[in-house]
C-alpha cells in the first residue's frame, strides 16, 4: 500500500515536472531573440500612436474640441519618436561598422572571408518578415 502511494507521488510530480517544461517551452518560443522589424515602422508608429489617443482620450473623457486642441501634442510626440529612432538606427550602424574595422584587423584573409559569410548569413535572417504581434 505504501510503495503504490509513493509511486502515485512520483508519478504525478514528474508529470508536473514535464507539463511545467512544456508550457516554459511554449511560452519562451512565443518571445521574439530580438526586436521585432515590424516596431521599426512608420506604419506601426502611426498606428501605436493612435492607440495611445484613444486611450488617453476615453481615460480623460476629452470633448471634441479638446481631441484637436490635443492632437498636435500626440503628432509632436509621433515625430519625435521618429527622429530618436533614425538617429538610435545610424549611431548602431556607426558602431557596428566601427567593431568590424577593429574585429577584421586581427583576422587572417581567410577568417575574414568566414566572418563575411557568417554576415551575410545574419542580414538574410533579419529580411526574413516578421509576423506583427498586434497592441
Not at 31 to 40: E, F, K
Not at 81 to 104: D, L, P
Amino acid at each position: 500500500m505504501k510503495a503504490k502511494l509513493i509511486t502515485q507521488i512520483v508519478l504525478c510530480l514528474l508529470l508536473l515536472f514535464a507539463l511545467g517544461g512544456v508550457c516554459g517551452y511554449a511560452m519562451s518560443s512565443r518571445i521574439p531573440p530580438r526586436r521585432p522589424a515590424w516596431t521599426q515602422s512608420r506604419e506601426w508608429a502611426a498606428h501605436w500612436m493612435e492607440h495611445r489617443m484613444a486611450t488617453d482620450f476615453a481615460a480623460i473623457q476629452a470633448t471634441p474640441e479638446q481631441r484637436e486642441a490635443l492632437r498636435p501634442a500626440y503628432d509632436a510626440l509621433l515625430e519625435d519618436f521618429h527622429s530618436i529612432q533614425n538617429e538610435s538606427a545610424q549611431k548602431i550602424g556607426a558602431a557596428f561598422k566601427r567593431h568590424g574595422t577593429e574585429v577584421r584587423k586581427h583576422l587572417s584573409p581567410a577568417q575574414r572571408e568566414q566572418l563575411r559569410l557568417v554576415n551575410q548569413s545574419r542580414m538574410r535572417a533579419d529580411r526574413k518578415p516578421v509576423t506583427p504581434v498586434q497592441p
